[in-house]
């Protein structure tokens, strides 16, 4: 019979009943008739009781106090916080979770247990350290689908998409780990503690990590180090160490300079380009940190008159509205030959109003909520913005109504939406949206497209729609983008480092080159 873990207040009425097995440390912990585990106070993740799935922690949401409690992952153990933030449900706009908000003495204890791990993990042979990671694919793998589940409650995107191996957070950092190998060809020397603000880590090398996840904070990250501590990867002299430490305060202050000289070799960013951009001056340059930074993307599709329609309009809706277009390689921004933009325009506009967007447990949703009130927001007025340009909006927000169940009304829901007659100029085109909207516009010839295609200061992606192979070479040689695709969108090989141009940055690193050369990905189907 599987078994759920209920975490509650403190305060709130425990259930009767009693487990042997639990420790009486953990006071809070009683059964329930139905086999439910009834938590109390946020030392819900002290739980050391073997019978108790670690990753089966999706609370039963009967009212609105019902919420989970995180804590900081730190030197192999479940730390408590003084201070937390709410994390609310996408779907029903409630307070489901309450998250750690680090301050600087956290951060630096994150630190500092890194850099203590450092030595030992570091010293382990490529074939230790695969082993480790390996086992750790293996745990992941047998507990997907309550990452998917988490994954879903916690961002709002829906159960399927979750589900997707190729898509979901963990899903993608499986094959990762498993691409270690215990031979390798050629040796990669750790160089000490990472700061990251992403879930892309170092430790196949032998290097450490302090992990300051997104805000809203996710979930998963808590599911991951759950899985490790449970593999028991940091006792027994396993240093193999993830300092997570949970908040915005913790971003700040590892990325802010106010524990900048600590001993860390390398910052990462994920994230809009106003919180990297000061990664660059305050807490890299002056100590001569490595530096990779993803800033976002505005990613253009180029579709000539020549292209295979019935294969382009359904790839470019899953390419513009995938996720609620929630991923960086969406594209936004759609340059279409004018000879077949009337066209292009009306399919593509019925193509969109046929995506059900919907409760995220809805296995029938194509699409699930927004990740949060502010961004819905944002994203809602970025379409305002584009009416107030002239811009005209053909489906979605302000047009289409949505029907939800009465107990999702409150949730950060938005049908995708798709405007026309907007400039290059125009905010819309200029600013990563990160939402279900996107602009098409009509071009003319080859050069005009390209140039209007490299108009902005991103350059993560771009896809290129045509027959011709010899124009779509061309084509992708002028485009100022790191990874192009031809006639496909999201296909690609994990293997390869991930970059762009301009102000996207570099999230991997650029395997085999030098500063002042670059080799954009170039990828077609099969």
């Given at each position: 019979?599987?078994?759920?873990?209920?975490?509650?207040?403190?305060?709130?009425?425990?259930?009767?009943?009693?487990?042997?097995?639990?420790?009486?440390?953990?006071?809070?912990?009683?059964?329930?008739?139905?086999?439910?585990?009834?938590?109390?106070?946020?030392?819900?993740?002290?739980?050391?009781?073997?019978?108790?799935?670690?990753?089966?922690?999706?609370?039963?949401?009967?009212?609105?106090?019902?919420?989970?409690?995180?804590?900081?992952?730190?030197?192999?153990?479940?730390?408590?916080?003084?201070?937390?933030?709410?994390?609310?449900?996408?779907?029903?706009?409630?307070?489901?979770?309450?998250?750690?908000?680090?301050?600087?003495?956290?951060?630096?204890?994150?630190?500092?247990?890194?850099?203590?791990?450092?030595?030992?993990?570091?010293?382990?042979?490529?074939?230790?350290?695969?082993?480790?990671?390996?086992?750790?694919?293996?745990?992941?793998?047998?507990?997907?689908?309550?990452?998917?589940?988490?994954?879903?409650?916690?961002?709002?995107?829906?159960?399927?998409?979750?589900?997707?191996?190729?898509?979901?957070?963990?899903?993608?950092?499986?094959?990762?780990?498993?691409?270690?190998?215990?031979?390798?060809?050629?040796?990669?020397?750790?160089?000490?503690?990472?700061?990251?603000?992403?879930?892309?880590?170092?430790?196949?090398?032998?290097?450490?990590?302090?992990?300051?996840?997104?805000?809203?904070?996710?979930?998963?990250?808590?599911?991951?180090?759950?899985?490790?501590?449970?593999?028991?990867?940091?006792?027994?002299?396993?240093?193999?160490?993830?300092?997570?430490?949970?908040?915005?305060?913790?971003?700040?202050?590892?990325?802010?300079?106010?524990?900048?000289?600590?001993?860390?070799?390398?910052?990462?960013?994920?994230?809009?380009?106003?919180?990297?951009?000061?990664?660059?001056?305050?807490?890299?340059?002056?100590?001569?940190?490595?530096?990779?930074?993803?800033?976002?993307?505005?990613?253009?599709?180029?579709?000539?008159?020549?292209?295979?329609?019935?294969?382009?309009?359904?790839?470019?809706?899953?390419?513009?509205?995938?996720?609620?277009?929630?991923?960086?390689?969406?594209?936004?921004?759609?340059?279409?030959?004018?000879?077949?933009y009337p066209e292009f325009l009306q399919r593509f506009v019925e193509a969109a109003?046929?995506?059900?967007?919907?409760?995220?447990?809805?296995?029938?949703?194509?699409?699930?909520?927004?990740?949060?009130?502010?961004?819905?927001?944002?994203?809602?007025?970025?379409?305002?913005?584009?009416?107030?340009?002239?811009?005209?909006?053909?489906?979605?927000?302000?047009?289409?109504?949505?029907?939800?169940?009465?107990?999702?009304?409150?949730?950060?829901?938005?049908?995708?939406?798709?405007?026309?007659?907007?400039?290059?100029?125009?905010?819309?085109?200029?600013?990563?949206?990160?939402?279900?909207?996107?602009?098409?516009?009509?071009?003319?010839?080859?050069?005009?497209?390209?140039?209007?295609?490299?108009?902005?200061?991103?350059?993560?992606?771009?896809?290129?729609?045509?027959?011709?192979?010899?124009?779509?070479?061309?084509?992708?040689?002028?485009?100022?983008?790191?990874?192009?695709?031809?006639?496909?969108?999201?296909?690609?090989?994990?293997?390869?480092?991930?970059?762009?141009?301009?102000?996207?940055?570099?999230r991997s690193g650029r395997a085999g080159e030098t500063p002042t050369t670059s080799s954009p990905?170039?990828?077609?189907?099969?």
């Open positions: 019979m599987r078994k759920i873990l209920i975490v509650r207040e403190a305060g709130q009425d425990a259930s009767s009943g009693t487990d042997p097995s639990i420790s009486k440390s953990q006071h809070a912990i009683e059964v329930t008739q139905d086999w439910g585990y009834t938590c109390h106070g946020v030392s819900v993740f002290s739980l050391r009781c073997e019978n108790i799935s670690p990753f089966a922690i999706m609370p039963k949401m009967a009212d609105n106090r019902t919420h989970l409690v995180l804590e900081n992952y730190i030197g192999g153990k479940f730390v408590p916080c003084s201070r937390h933030i709410d994390s609310y449900d996408p779907s029903t706009g409630e307070v489901y979770c309450k998250v750690p908000d680090s301050d600087k003495e956290e951060v630096e204890a994150a630190v500092k247990a890194a850099q203590e791990a450092f030595p030992e993990w570091s010293s382990r042979s490529p074939a230790e350290r695969a082993k480790v990671l390996h086992k750790l694919a293996d745990l992941i793998d047998a507990h997907l689908e309550e990452f998917a589940q988490a994954e879903s409650k916690d961002q709002g995107k829906t159960i399927t998409f979750a589900r997707d191996r190729g898509h979901s957070q963990i899903g993608l950092q499986l094959p990762l780990l498993r691409l270690v190998h215990p031979a390798p060809h050629h040796r990669l020397q750790p160089d000490g503690p990472h700061g990251l603000r992403q879930l892309h880590r170092p430790q196949p090398c032998g290097s450490g990590w302090i992990d300051q996840p997104l805000e809203p904070p996710p979930l998963p990250p808590d599911l991951e180090d759950r899985s490790r501590h449970r593999r028991g990867q940091h006792g027994g002299g396993q240093a193999q160490r993830d300092d997570v430490s949970h908040g915005l305060d913790a971003v700040q202050t590892a990325g802010g300079g106010r524990c900048a000289p600590w001993g860390g070799e390398h910052r990462v960013w994920d994230g809009p380009a106003g919180g990297g951009r000061p990664w660059c001056h305050t807490p890299s340059a002056p100590y001569c940190k490595k530096l990779s930074l993803e800033l976002g993307g505005k990613n253009p599709a180029i579709i000539f008159q020549d292209a295979d329609l019935d294969e382009c309009i359904p790839t470019t809706i899953r390419s513009s509205f995938s996720n609620q277009g929630e991923i960086c390689l969406c594209t936004s921004r759609i340059f279409v030959e004018r000879s077949i109003r046929k995506l059900k967007t919907g409760v995220p447990t809805d296995t029938r949703s194509n699409n699930g909520a927004l990740i949060s009130q502010e961004h819905l927001e944002k994203v809602r007025g970025y379409v305002k913005l584009a009416q107030a340009e002239g811009g005209k909006v053909h489906c979605g927000e302000g047009v289409d109504t949505l029907d939800l169940p009465e107990r999702y009304r409150d949730g950060y829901f938005m049908p995708p939406t798709v405007i026309s007659d907007v400039t290059d100029g125009s905010r819309c085109m200029q600013e990563e949206i990160f939402g279900p909207v996107a602009c098409v516009l009509p071009f003319d010839g080859e050069e005009e497209a390209v140039r209007r295609a490299n108009g902005v200061k991103y350059g993560l992606s771009a896809t290129v729609w045509s027959r011709d192979v010899g124009r779509v070479h061309r084509v992708a040689r002028g485009l100022q983008t790191g990874l192009v695709w031809t006639n496909c969108w999201l296909i690609r090989d994990l293997n390869l480092p991930l970059w762009g141009d301009e102000e996207f940055g570099d990905r170039f990828n077609a189907p099969q």
